[in-house]
């Protein structure tokens, strides 16, 4: 069975608080574990401040679309924004390297399982999608492999 929220809201950094106690309550139904929601949540709140960092240059008035979508084994996010064209990098800067900034869109793609964008008409498109791992598999792990596996991550 599918569940499915979408919003729109402006581009003021006040909503992100709101959207992000929203977004715990749509991952907290979902078959994520504590992990995947957290790493969802560090995804959209990245995305979020990035569209309203750089894609608008700070301006609290422009638009943002979100839109959360459950199903079986995924969860998938869309980020749709009406501001400046985005340069997708298939580089980022490695981890290692100190500087601020640029480390957004690694951050993204490493917590996410697929990460896609577009340009369509006016405006971008930032899809995520999350495999979720179904609960009876989660209920059959030790407590020792779930430690182990939410160490690893």
């Known amino acids: 069975m599918a569940d499915e929220i979408e919003i729109r809201f ?3 950094p006040r909503w992100l608080r709101p959207i992000r106690i929203l977004l715990e309550e749509f991952t907290a139904k979902t078959s994520l574990d504590s992990t995947g ?7 959209v709140g990245e995305a979020l401040s990035n569209v ?4 608008y240059s700070g301006d609290c008035n422009q638009r943002v679309w979100l839109k959360c979508k459950s199903h079986d084994s995924m969860l998938e996010i869309e980020i749709r924004d009406q501001g400046e064209a985005f340069r997708v990098s298939a ?3 490695p981890p290692e390297e100190l500087r601020p900034g640029g ?3 690694y951050l993204i793609r490493t917590v996410m399982d ?4 577009s340009r369509e008409g006016d405006q971008n498109l930032l899809r995520m999608r999350k495999v979720c791992e179904p609960r009876a598999l989660q209920d059959r792990q030790t407590p020792l492999q779930k430690t182990v596996n ?3 991550l």
């Open 10 to 12: 402006s581009s003021d």
């Open 37 to 43: 929601c957290h790493e969802v949540m560090l995804a």
């Open 52 to 55: 309203m960092r750089h894609s």
């Open 91 to 93: 580089d980022s800067p």
């Open 103 to 105: 480390r957004g869109i």
């Open 114 to 117: 697929e990460v896609e964008y």
């Open 150 to 152: 939410n160490e690893d």
